[in-house]
């Protein structure tokens, strides 16, 4: 399984971004797939989550009403749209899928990870 992001680069505050993270040897159906966000010496945190058997949405309390997070048909890319940019949204943000078990916002829950993308906002 291999999990590719992209879309990440520098935006001002109040900016938008569109991350994406494309799925190859993985079917994508009946599991989780979550965008995580790990600032400069923080730990990674959960952002959003998305359930892909029948398309349920989490959030974090920090990004409510900012990001959304879909998949596409095949279920194998999942998208972050952020809007509304904070300089605190800067980070690394790694996708990741397959939770085997527990909460979905812990990062130690899923097997699999993409290599990351920056977003930095200033």
């Known amino acids: 399984v291999q999990l590719v992001e992209s879309g990440g680069g520098l935006v001002q505050p109040g900016g938008s971004l569109v991350l994406s993270c494309a799925a190859s040897g993985y079917s994508g159906s009946s599991d989780y797939r979550a965008w995580f966000h790990q600032a400069p010496g923080k730990e990674r945190e959960g952002v959003a989550a998305v359930y892909t058997g029948d398309g349920s949405t989490y959030y974090a309390d920090s990004v409510k009403g900012r990001f959304t997070i879909s998949q596409d048909n095949t279920k194998k890319t999942v998208y972050l749209q952020m809007n509304s940019l904070k300089p605190e949204d800067t980070g690394m943000y790694y996708c990741?899928?397959?939770?085997?078990?527990?909460?979905?916002?812990?990062?130690?829950?899923?097997?699999?990870w993409g290599q990351g993308t920056q977003v930095t906002v200033s």
């Open positions: 990741a899928a397959n939770l085997r078990g527990g909460s979905w916002y812990w990062a130690g829950n899923y097997k699999y």
